[in-house]
């Protein structure tokens, strides 16, 4: 079953403040995945990690694999009204080769 | 056109009907799953199929089967539908030498 721990589970945020939310295992993973789902639509690949340590930007996303390689975080800069949705982390167990497992989610509401 | 995309959109049944979920992708990737999502919860693997020979059940299988009809194309079925199916239904696919799953819109389904 679902073994990644997701928090916070929802923030509601004013346009503008950055967001940070983050996953843990008690396994070690490959890879860290980050997604987001707006509302009747499927998930959109964010940011893709595959190295512990790693920091990885797209635009005002910024996204780590831990270095015990057992967590990740995910931070949204600047936030706007765009930003809106929940936010997936899922990572490849290395025990677990080709699958991956998902986090509960994030729900970020931007209010102006 | 989409990359993956799912048919149909939405679907409501009764409690003992079959159905089937469809899925197409012409990102040329070999490996397919599906998933299932339920509200508050991150996404459930049901079933993944690695290439058209290669069908293994996921987390979750109990009362679905699939079907890898081609490399593009990878069914679902409920053989007699149950309300507690209600769910989102996710198609994904990945190339075989990444973990980076790319999602298709969702079917949601309703068990009456």
């Known amino acids: 079953g679902q073994q990644l721990n997701q928090s916070p589970q929802s923030m509601f945020i004013q346009e503008g403040e950055d967001v940070s939310m983050n996953c843990t295992s008690s396994s070690i993973f490959n890879t860290w995945l980050w997604y987001k789902q707006d509302p009747g639509e499927g998930p959109v690949l964010l940011i893709a990690?595959?190295?512990?340590?790693e920091l990885t930007s797209n635009g005002r996303l910024t996204a780590q694999f831990g270095i015990t390689r057992k967590d990740s975080f995910l931070n949204i800069s600047a936030s706007i009204p765009s930003d809106v949705g929940i936010y997936f982390c899922a990572g490849e167990p290395t025990d677990s080769w080709g699958k991956l497992q998902f986090g509960a989610g994030t729900q970020v509401v931007v209010t102006p | 056109d989409a990359d993956v995309t799912q048919t149909p959109r939405n679907r409501i049944t009764k409690t003992g009907k079959r159905i089937m979920l469809e899925c197409s992708q012409t990102k040329g990737h070999d490996r397919m799953y599906w998933y299932r999502q339920d509200p508050g919860l991150g996404l459930q693997l049901i079933y993944y199929s690695f290439d058209v020979k290669d069908i293994n059940k996921g987390e979750i299988s109990d009362g679905y089967s699939v079907s890898r009809q081609a490399q593009a194309k990878f069914s679902l079925s409920l053989e007699s539908a149950i309300p507690n199916q209600t769910a989102l239904y996710f198609c994904?696919?990945?190339?075989?030498?990444?973990?980076?799953?790319?999602f298709g819109p969702g079917t949601r389904l309703t068990v009456l």
């Open positions: 994904a696919t990945s190339d075989r030498g990444g973990n980076e799953q790319f």
């Open positions: 990690l595959y190295k512990a340590g």
